[in-house]
């Protein structure tokens, strides 16, 4: 862990100097100020006023690519550097599940777009009555005589006998 410009590889001297920092991190203006750096994050925290007695918790800020808040008192350096540790594990622990959610959810897509590009199992059936419906509905609007009415209808019965004589054959 690197705390201020200083780097420690014991838990309890660096929740020490993270201890220390966290007391003097005081300033006229708030200031969001890097503290230390623990296993790729940041650990940030706002300025503290002058003048006034430290509160019992302090709120402190993971920082990478999102920020995670954590609270801390000043009782026990080491217990300091658990909980940094325990919520930095919890991030992993979420990152990964996000990233599986993540894969379900591309795979769920993937399926949903390849069902949305098939055809619906009646779609052609629907296609030929509707332009069925297109050919007719003018010559009935305009009272068209039925022997013309019955030369349009049978193309669209030939169509359906020639399928079905091609049905029939593939069934042989």
Known sequence: ??????????????????????????????EFRTLASYRGFDIKMLSLPTNQPLPETFSVKIVGEN????????????????????????????????????????????????????????????????AEYDVLAPLIETETDLDIIDQALRQFHEKGKEKQEQLSFELD
């Open 67 to 130: 920020q995670y808040s954590v609270s801390l008192d000043l009782y026990s350096p080491l217990g300091t550097i658990q909980r940094l540790q325990h919520t930095i594990d919890h991030i992993k622990e979420d990152q990964v599940k996000t990233q599986n959610l993540l894969d379900e959810l591309q795979d769920k897509w993937t399926t949903a777009k390849v069902e949305i590009e098939k055809n619906f199992p009646k779609e052609e059936d629907y296609q030929t009555k509707k």
């Open 1 to 30: 862990m690197t705390v201020g410009k200083q780097v420690f590889e014991q838990r309890a001297e660096a929740g020490e100097a993270l201890h220390r920092l966290i007391r003097h991190n005081q300033a006229d203006s708030k």
